[in-house]
């Protein structure tokens, strides 16, 4: 889901992704689909046109971005 490349331009957590998404500097969006609507709604309404995946659980997701807490969104970033 999440390849090696992408992991070492991850940033986690809603208030990362946002950051990410308001700079225009998100170019991967991971959303946590157990995550609250509200924090899956503002995201999707936020990334319009920036490719989103879902990912069935937010353990899942922190798991897949290295981490050993559950996350509900986590962002690919280009430099």
Do not use: W
């Amino acid at each position: 889901m999440i390849t090696d490349a992408e992991k070492k331009h991850i940033v986690v957590g809603y208030k990362q992704v946002l950051k990410a998404v308001k700079n225009n500097t998100c170019i991967k969006l991971f959303i946590a689909e157990d995550c609250s609507d509200g924090i899956s709604s503002s995201l999707r309404e936020a990334s319009a046109g920036i490719e989103t995946v879902i990912v069935p659980t937010m353990r899942e997701l922190g798991a897949e971005c290295g981490i050993d807490v559950p996350s509900s969104c986590a962002a690919v970033i280009g430099l």
